[in-house]
């Protein structure tokens, strides 16, 4: 066996294939599709995963007001926000952002399973959530994905 056979292909910027993909968010469970949706940004599904490169696929993710909290969540968890002046402590809970703004729930769940770094700012930016069926990404021909399909 020659150890010359064996070579390690990382991905670069030329080989990277991006798709596009849309997930319905109905009657789905926050964490199980966060985390799903955060392995697609990732590109962890594609044989030519990279650590260090944006080697995953643009998500687009529908129906999120339709999305389920189990057990208490809905009342129980808090999500705290700053405005930036003192004394601007905020906390909401779920049901108050189902309300105002559902995209923020599924947004902030994926961003919390993302590197803490410029790699994961850059993923972030391939998550687009939108509330009810309709989006405007229709000229990206996306793939209609079954979330159960994705490990």
């Given at each position: 066996?020659?150890?010359?056979s064996?070579?390690?292909?990382?991905a670069t910027?030329?080989?990277?294939?991006k798709?596009?993909?849309?997930?319905d968010?109905e009657n789905q469970?926050?964490?199980?599709?966060?985390?799903?949706?955060a392995?697609?940004?990732?590109g962890?599904h594609?044989?030519?995963?990279?650590?260090h490169m944006?080697c995953?696929d643009n998500v687009?993710?529908?129906?999120?007001?339709k999305?389920i909290?189990?057990?208490?969540?809905?009342?129980?968890?808090?999500?705290v926000?700053?405005t930036?002046?003192?004394?601007?402590q905020?906390?909401?809970?779920p049901?108050?952002?189902?309300?105002?703004?559902?995209?923020?729930?599924?947004?902030?769940?994926?961003?919390?399973?993302?590197?803490?770094?410029?790699?994961g700012?850059?993923l972030?930016?391939n998550l687009?959530?939108y509330?009810?069926?309709e989006h405007?990404?229709?000229?990206q021909?996306?793939?209609?994905v079954n979330l159960n399909d994705?490990?």
């Amino acid at each position: 066996m020659s150890t010359l056979s064996y070579k390690t292909l990382s991905a670069t910027p030329q080989t990277i294939q991006k798709e596009w993909i849309l997930i319905d968010a109905e009657n789905q469970t926050l964490g199980r599709l966060a985390t799903r949706v955060a392995n697609v940004l990732r590109g962890k599904h594609k044989p030519s995963y990279t650590p260090h490169m944006d080697c995953g696929d643009n998500v687009i993710i529908i129906n999120a007001e339709k999305v389920i909290l189990t057990g208490n969540k809905l009342t129980d968890k808090t999500y705290v926000r700053h405005t930036g002046y003192p004394g601007g402590q905020r906390f909401s809970t779920p049901k108050q952002l189902l309300a105002t703004h559902p995209e923020r729930i599924v947004e902030h769940a994926v961003r919390g399973m993302l590197p803490k770094n410029r790699l994961g700012d850059a993923l972030y930016r391939n998550l687009k959530v939108y509330v009810g069926p309709e989006h405007p990404h229709q000229a990206q021909n996306p793939k209609v994905v079954n979330l159960n399909d994705i490990r």
